[in-house]
Nanobody
Framework: QVQLVESGGGLVQAGGSLRLSCAAS????????MGWFRQAPGKERDFVAT????????SYSDSVKGRFTISRDNAKNTVYLQMNSLNAEDTGVYYCARSRGGSMSRYANNYDYWGQGTQVTVSS
């Protein structure tokens, strides 16, 4: 059974930074892509970033490109999301997820395990 536990969310002023972490259990972590998604109140869950199994390839949504950085430490079974220059539109619950088939994807349906989410609130 795979478990994902996010941490690092909180309240931050616009222009500030946060670093989210997602600790994964299970021995297959280093062989699969991981992703971050977010959900604002009353909206659908949106893709934020994804990273391949080795950590060498990443992809971002247009709304966060240049401000957010996804990375991973396979020795620690952890994936990170460094978020800089935050604005009010970045407010939401952030989820990490494990790729169902192992490959990178922007689509939530391609992920099979999800964390419980961590709240990020950006005050303007």
């Amino acid at each position: 059974q795979v478990q994902l536990v996010e941490s690092g969310g909180g309240l931050v002023q616009a222009g500030g930074s946060l670093r989210l972490s997602c600790a994964a259990s299970g021995r297959t972590f280093s062989s699969v892509a991981m992703g971050w998604f977010r959900q604002a109140p009353g909206k659908e869950r949106d893709f934020v970033a994804t990273i391949n199994s080795s950590g060498r390839i990443t992809s971002y949504s247009d709304s966060v490109k240049g401000r957010f950085t996804i990375s991973r430490d396979n020795a620690k079974n952890t994936v990170y999301l460094q978020m800089n220059s935050l604005n009010a539109e970045d407010t939401g619950v952030y989820y990490c997820a494990r790729s169902r088939g192992g490959s990178m994807s922007r689509y939530a349906n391609n992920y099979d395990y999800w964390g419980q989410g961590t709240q990020v609130t950006v005050s303007s």
